[in-house]
Structures are given as C-alpha cells and as structure tokens.
C-alpha cells in the first residue's frame, strides 16, 4: 500500500514556498486518508515530489497564479509540472486528457499537515507506454480542477 496522509475535514489548501502559487484541495469525504506516492523518476527524486490524488477529490487553482508559474514538460510531453518561478517549488501537475485538465498534488505543499504523518511509498513509471499513462491518469487523478 502506499504512503498516507491523514486529512482534515475541511478543505486543504496549499502553496509553492514562497506562496506564489496557491491552491485549494478538496478531498472526498470526512476525516479520510490521502495516499501518496513518492514518484522514482529523476525529476520527481530532485524535487522531493510526493503526489496525491483522488477521482472524487476537487482542486481549486487561483486564476492570479499564472504569472508565478512555469510548466515544464519531459518524458512523455503528456504533463506539466507547475513550477513557481520564484522559489522553484512544484505544487502540482496538470494533464489535458480527451479536453479535461486532470491533476495531482504534492503532498510536500499541503498546508497544516504534519511532516510526521507522511509514509512514502516509492511508484516507478518506467516502461508505461503512453496510452497506459494516460488511461491510469483518468482513473486516478483529480478529474475536477478548476482555474479560478
């Protein structure tokens, strides 16, 4: 099983570490836990990227982000990491799937959660193909985000 997080009834917000970047995370439910994988690609291992997601969880992304954030793409072009442009933080990832925006966020920039009650459990995505990826995205991402 993967690492959990223990969340709060109310909606988790979060940022990059400058606060640039801002988000709310509305998790399913009441008093749940969050699984998080600590992703094992190159990218993810130098920037501690720990993701959670949920098929019935919600984020909320501030329009006002936009002139913080860079997106990079690599690998498989099929994801952007969102970057803050000042103190390099990726708070989550976005994916356009079939006209959807699909995301995870890292755990790593969840607000009010305790450093302690993080259990990581490492995922390797070498060797998806493409369609793969993108087919487990649509099971398992956030499939309602919205830019405020």
């Avoid at 959670?52 to 984020?59: E, T, V």
Wanted: aromatic share 8%.
């Amino acid at each position: 099983m993967q690492g959990a997080i223990t969340a709060t009834t109310e909606p988790l917000g979060g940022s990059c570490h400058c606060g640039a970047i801002r988000y709310v995370l509305h998790w399913p439910g009441s008093a749940t836990t969050i699984e998080a994988r600590a992703c094992g690609c190159s990218f993810c291992c130098k920037h501690a990227g720990t993701w959670c997601s949920h098929p019935k969880a919600r984020l909320e992304i501030p329009a006002a982000n936009r002139d913080s954030t860079v997106r990079y793409r690599f690998g498989t072009g099929t994801a952007d990491f969102c970057l803050c442009s000042r103190c390099g933080v990726a708070p989550f990832v976005l994916s356009e799937i079939d006209a959807r925006t699909y995301a995870v966020v890292n755990v790593n920039t969840l607000a009010n959660l305790s450093a302690i009650s993080i259990r990581q459990t490492k995922t390797d995505f070498a060797g998806e193909d493409t369609n793969s990826r993108l087919e487990r995205r649509q099971r398992n991402w956030i499939p309602d985000v919205s830019i405020c």
